[in-house]
């Protein structure tokens, strides 16, 4: 196995990914060609931004068998910012053979680069990592105080989204 960033070109392989998760079902209910333009997309605005970083999982025939996000934030409270991963999914055929622990250990080793002060994500506790202890069993510790809100916000069906900036403006 081998892990790399992502490019535009695995989007198809990624797409495969997350429609093979059960977890994931508001995404199955829509087309494989629907997600691979997404993932497409969201590939592109990753390689552009410079705050993201996507990895894949490559079985050595070639073909992805998991990946993973990860943004990089800052805090103004926190010498380092944090590494935040929004996603870590891995086949279920390809379970149990170090595809996880390996896009885990090269996002911890580039925030441990970047100099991040911790590495946080959120885990379904319906998902399997979840009740295998996945991360528990790599030293990770489950908040207990924390909730974890979410603002769905719509976004028109063909409406483009683009990554513009807030602009600050002075008062008088």
Same mark, same amino acid.
């Given at each position: 196995?081998?892990?790399?960033?992502?490019?535009?070109?695995?989007?198809?392989?990624?797409?495969?990914?997350?429609?093979?998760?059960?977890?994931?079902?508001?995404?199955?209910?829509?087309?494989?060609?629907?997600?691979?333009?997404?993932?497409?997309?969201?590939?592109?605005?990753?390689?552009? @931004?410079?705050? @993201?970083?996507?990895?894949?999982?490559?079985?050595?025939? /070639?073909?992805?068998? /998991?990946?993973?996000? %990860?943004?990089?934030?800052?805090?103004?409270?926190?010498?380092?910012? $944090?590494?935040? %991963?929004?996603?870590?999914?891995?086949?279920? @055929?390809?379970?149990?053979?170090? %595809?996880? @622990?390996?896009?885990?250990?090269?996002?911890?080793? $580039?925030?441990?680069?970047?100099?991040?002060?911790? %590495?946080?994500?959120?885990? /379904?506790?319906?998902? $399997?990592? *979840?009740?295998?202890?996945? *991360?528990?069993?790599?030293?990770?510790?489950?908040?207990?105080?924390?909730?974890?809100?979410?603002?769905?916000?719509?976004?028109?069906?063909?409406?483009?989204?683009?990554?513009?900036?807030?602009?600050?403006?002075?008062?008088?």
């Amino acid at each position: 196995m081998k892990i790399r960033s992502a490019k535009q070109e695995d989007a198809p392989g990624i797409a495969a990914v997350v429609h093979a998760m059960d977890e994931l079902r508001s995404v199955a209910r829509q087309s494989i060609e629907t997600t691979t333009q997404t993932v497409f997309s969201n590939l592109e605005r990753v390689s552009s @931004s410079g705050c @993201s970083t996507a990895y894949v999982a490559e079985e050595f025939q /070639g073909g992805i068998v /998991g990946y993973g996000a %990860v943004h990089w934030t800052p805090f103004l409270f926190l010498p380092g910012g $944090e590494a935040y %991963v929004t996603e870590l999914f891995v086949r279920p @055929s390809a379970s149990d053979k170090g %595809v996880g @622990s390996g896009i885990l250990e090269t996002i911890i080793a $580039e925030a441990r680069q970047r100099g991040c002060s911790r %590495v946080i994500l959120l885990n /379904g506790r319906d998902g $399997e990592s *979840y009740r295998r202890s996945f *991360y528990t069993k790599r030293g990770w510790i489950e908040r207990d105080q924390m909730a974890n809100f979410i603002l769905p916000i719509t976004i028109e069906p063909g409406k483009t989204v683009e990554a513009a900036p807030p602009t600050l403006r002075a008062s008088s």
